[in-house]
């Protein structure tokens, strides 16, 4: 084939496959997106709708429609939008979202034309699931993904169940029944490690500080940059904080804990350990400041006689 020819070729696949991308494109982009949020006691509806797709309607208008039809059917708190740069998003706390709730088993009945029978039935829509990630899925005896979800990789607490499709489609499975249950053994796991942090944290403030007061003891005259040296010795002890932190959002444990257990106590769970690996760091090392004071004035007292 010439260059001509091939650059004709071209041409045309790149005709051809334009308007194929632009469909594809707009129904993306007019695709109104419901998010269910599980978790714990903080469970909520956010729909997030195009601003193309709302018309003349105001959004105060349409937040009240949408509030209506969820309210005939569950407790509804807390009702408001927040305008983003394409879409408007109407978030929708559900105090009842979970019906059912007995160790580490949770039940979720959903009349999907509660939830979207305000919408057209041929409108697109994606409905994304987001629950903590140690948390093991069906809806209606089945597996979600034999209904059309996927599961998008997250590194989070949240994992995500996405389908995508139409209205009716949803409408013609009338309820959707979602059992989760807490996988107990992986939950006890991460929970070990989250609190095996502490042991490690304890143990890197004992050695450096210990380190610290030896370096200032063999030689007096870095006191006069205790500060500096207090610091450098802590970044360690700062490191394993963040990397509690960090476990506890990415592992999954932050949303578990609010499903497993009751409110209050899912926050000492999230709260105590941090805050003991806090706390420790002043124990070690201003207790540890003032031995070095000590024992440098007891050195320096002794010399002196």
Known sequence: MTKKGLLIVLFLVVIMSYPMTTIAKNVENDAVKVDICIIGSDNRFVYKIPKSLHNDTPYVEMKNNIESSLASHWKV?????????TDVAYTFSI???????????IKIAIPYSYLIGMLGENDPIQLKILASKLIDWQTNSNDLATLGFVEPLTYFSEQEYVFEGEVNELLHQRVGHFNGSVMKGQMLLHIVIYFSFILAQLIA???LSRRLKKRIIKDPENMHQFRKLNY?????PIIIIGMQIVFLISSGLLTAFGIYFDPGVDLLFVIVPVLFNIILMPMFFVTMESEIARELEYDSFGSDR
Request: aromatic share 10%; with cysteine; proline share 4%.
């Open 232 to 236: 450098l010795y802590q970044i360690i």
């Open 205 to 207: 403030c004992f050695i």
């Open 77 to 85: 708190e807390d009702p408001r939008y927040e305008i983003l740069q």
């Open 95 to 105: 105090k009842d979202l979970i019906h059912e709730k007995q160790d580490g088993k």
